[in-house]
DNA sequence: TTATAAAAAGACATAGAGGTCTTTTTATAT
DNA sequence: ATATAAAAAGACCTCTATGTCTTTTTATAA
C-alpha cells in the first residue's frame, strides 16, 4: 500500500525514537543497519523528514537524529502526508478523477469504507506508540 | 491504493462487460475513450488481460474485446493478481520481508484488519457485478 | 586551532510504471 | 483476390521511485 520510502521513514523515526529513550542520537549509518534500509537513501529520507520538522537533526561530531521534548505525538498520517502527499487518502479506488459520494464510481460504498479504516488507523498509530509496542517485546522492529 | 494501470484494467473490463450485453465487441480505442484513459497504453493493458485469458479478442475487421458466454464472473482480485502480482495482498505494512503474525511488526493487528478487509472486498466484486451497477444508473464509469 | 565525526547537499545511476509510435498479422467484406 | 479494419507486437520514450557516490558544511573533542 504505502511507498518504501514511507515504510523506510515510519521504521527510522520508530527506531530514533526508541534510541533517544536511552539517551542516544543515531546517525543515519546506523538507522539504516538497524532498520535494514539502503544507507545513503536513508540518509535522504530523514533530511526530507528534518525539512519537514518531524525529526530534528545536529551536524558534528556527537550529532545524529533526534526528536525535541516534550515531542507531540507523531501520527503515522502526518509521516505519510510528507512523503506520498495529501491527496493519498481521498483518491478514487476506481480511478476517477475525483472521488465524489454523490456521483460515485461503483466501487465507492465499499473502497471509501477500507479506505476510511485505513485513514483511522494511521490516525491512531503514532510513531510513539509503534516504539511502545517494540520495546515491550510485543513486536519486532526488523527481520534480519 | 491500486496502480494506474490495474484502474484502466478494471474500468476496461467493465465497459466490455456493458458493450457485450448490447451485442458489441468494443475496439481499444472506443474503449479508450469511454474510460478516458490512454489510447495505445489501454490497447497494451487488454493483450496482457487476453493473455491472462481474462478476456477475449479477436482482430481483423469487426473485430474488438469481448467475453466468452457463459462468462464466469470476473472478480477484482482475478485482474489485481494478473497485474499487480500474487503477493499484493501479503505484505508487510511496516515494511518487513514478510508479514508474520506469529512475529508481527508493530503495526500488524490493525494493518492485517484493513488489508483483510480490502482483500474481502476485491473477492466479492466482480466486473458483472460493477457493470450492473453502471447499468442501472447506480454509479458511473467515467467523469468527462 | 586542528582533526574528526557527523549531517547536508548535489550529481548521478537504475529500475519500473506508464505511455507512444510504427509495423505486422489476421479476419472480414467487397 | 483485394482492400479494409481490427488486434498484436515490438521498439522506443518519459517520468517517478528508488538508490549510490562524492563533496561540502558544521559541531565537537583533543
Ligand atoms: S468515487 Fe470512486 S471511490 Fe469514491
Ligand atoms: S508483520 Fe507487518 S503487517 Fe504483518
Redesign the pocket.
Known amino acids: 500500500m504505502?511507498?518504501?520510502?514511507?515504510?523506510?521513514a515510519i521504521r527510522a523515526l520508530v527506531y530514533i525514537y526508541i534510541q533517544n529513550m536511552e539517551r542516544e542520537?543515531?546517525?543515519?549509518?546506523?538507522?539504516a543497519k538497524m532498520i535494514d534500509?539502503?544507507?545513503?537513501?536513508?540518509?535522504?529520507v530523514?533530511?526530507n523528514l528534518?525539512?519537514a520538522e518531524l525529526v530534528?537533526?545536529?551536524?558534528?561530531?556527537?550529532?545524529?537524529?533526534f526528536f525535541n521534548e516534550p515531542t507531540n505525538p507523531i501520527t503515522l498520517f502526518k509521516v505519510i502526508e510528507a512523503?506520498?502527499?495529501k491527496e493519498y487518502f481521498s483518491k478514487c479506488g476506481f480511478g476517477l478523477k475525483r472521488c465524489d459520494a454523490n456521483n460515485p464510481c461503483p466501487l465507492h460504498d465499499d473502497y471509501a469504507h477500507v479506505r476510511d479504516s485505513f485513514f483511522k488507523m494511521v490516525n491512531e498509530k503514532t510513531i510513539q506508540s509503534l516504539a511502545n509496542k517494540i520495546n515491550k517485546r510485543e513486536a519486532t522492529l526488523n527481520r534480519l
Chains 1, 2 share one sequence.
Open positions: 504505502l511507498g518504501k520510502t514511507t515504510e523506510y542520537r543515531p546517525g543515519f549509518k546506523e538507522i534500509s539502503p544507507e545513503q537513501f536513508t540518509g535522504k530523514l533530511q528534518a525539512r530534528s537533526s545536529m551536524k558534528g561530531r556527537g550529532g545524529g537524529f512523503i506520498e502527499g
